[in-house]
């Protein structure tokens, strides 16, 4: 199991209940607009969120020392002219 | 100098507060510790910069979708810039929306954000040959 760690406007929040480490990425968004609708995820509450609010989000996957996992949710950050 | 992208992060007053680069002239790829410095610099920060060396002073597909992402993320949206070897395009946010095009005032980093890059500045090479 894992923490999932989601940042999104302006904060960053861990998610109380473990979830499943084997998740794919697309399942770890679909997840976070969930619980952000749902209000589950503490100080982040938007009822309407939309189900692309994740698509330029890029999921992180690291172990803790203790062994287990932490997941983030965060922003991609790459530029180019490409 | 080997040409590669190079992203400053701007402070208040024009202050470089961190930076980092590529080693590609024309990708600055997805990196967690960036996004780990506009996390823990995110009240300070007040523009992200970067280069296209061998492309122009517009923002790219890969930008524009960073762009929504980091201000999502963020919860404000930020004044962004890319500098190339023909120019220097912003993007700052208003209350309508934002406004995009060359800064009124080229700052002092652009010359070196362009050099970091590889990219010898125009006037800089001008004055190298009449010196």
């Known amino acids: ?82 | 100098m080997k040409l590669r992208e190079v992203c400053f992060l701007i402070g208040a007053e024009d202050t470089v507060l961190w930076s980092d680069a590529s080693s590609d002239p024309i990708a600055l790829p997805d990196a967690r510790t960036r996004w780990e410095r506009i996390w823990g610099l995110r009240e300070r920060i007040v523009e992200i910069a970067h280069t296209h060396p061998l492309g122009g002073a517009y923002f790219s597909a890969e930008d524009e979708s960073t762009m929504l992402a980091l201000d999502s993320a963020l919860g404000r949206r930020l004044r962004y810039s890319v500098v190339a070897p023909d120019g220097m395009i912003v993007r700052i946010p208003t209350a309508q929306g934002c406004s995009e095009g060359p800064p009124e005032l080229r700052p002092w980093w652009a010359d070196l954000i362009l050099l970091a890059s590889g990219v010898i500045p125009e006037h800089v090479s001008s004055s190298k040959e009449e010196g």
Not at chain 1, 9 to 27: F, K, N, W
Not at chain 1, 52 to 72: C, K
Request: glycine share 10%; hydrophobic share 40%.
């Open chain 1, 1 to 82: 199991m894992a923490i999932l760690n989601i940042t999104y406007d302006g904060m960053s929040v861990d998610y109380t209940r473990p979830i499943d480490e084997r998740l794919t990425d697309a399942d770890v968004r679909r997840i976070a607009v969930e619980v952000i609708r749902s209000g589950e995820l503490r100080g982040l509450h938007v009822a309407g969120l939309t189900e692309s609010a994740f698509t330029h989000y890029v999921v992180d996957r690291l172990r803790t020392a203790g062994g287990g996992m932490h997941i983030y949710l965060r922003p991609k950050v790459p530029f180019g002219g490409r």
